[in-house]
């Protein structure tokens, strides 16, 4: 598994499949679409259609999903171990 952190850059971004890692907080308000996955304390299925706002920050497993980037999406550099949780702003 390949979790890269991004930033949306554009109005919103929405993801209807794959992995994503999240803070608690992030976790919470989409709670609807997301799956926990195994043991991990941050990482998620998506299950349903779940949106992200302009300047939040999430995980993305880029091997199960394939991100916007440059359109909707920036990378953020910074490296992290899969099971970490997400920075937000």
Do not use: N
């Not at 999903?65 to 702003?89: F, I, N, Q, T, W």
């Amino acid at each position: 598994m390949m979790i890269k952190q991004y930033r949306v850059i554009g109005p919103s971004y929405r993801i209807a499949s794959g992995t994503v890692r999240l803070k608690k907080e992030q976790a919470e308000k989409r709670a609807y679409g997301l799956e926990k996955k195994g043991r991990s304390r941050c990482l998620y299925t998506v299950t349903r259609l779940v949106e992200f706002k302009r300047s939040e920050e999430f995980g993305l497993d880029t091997e199960t999903a394939r991100p916007a980037l440059g359109v909707m999406l920036e990378e953020v550099k910074k490296e992290r171990k899969a099971d970490e949780p997400a920075e937000s702003h």
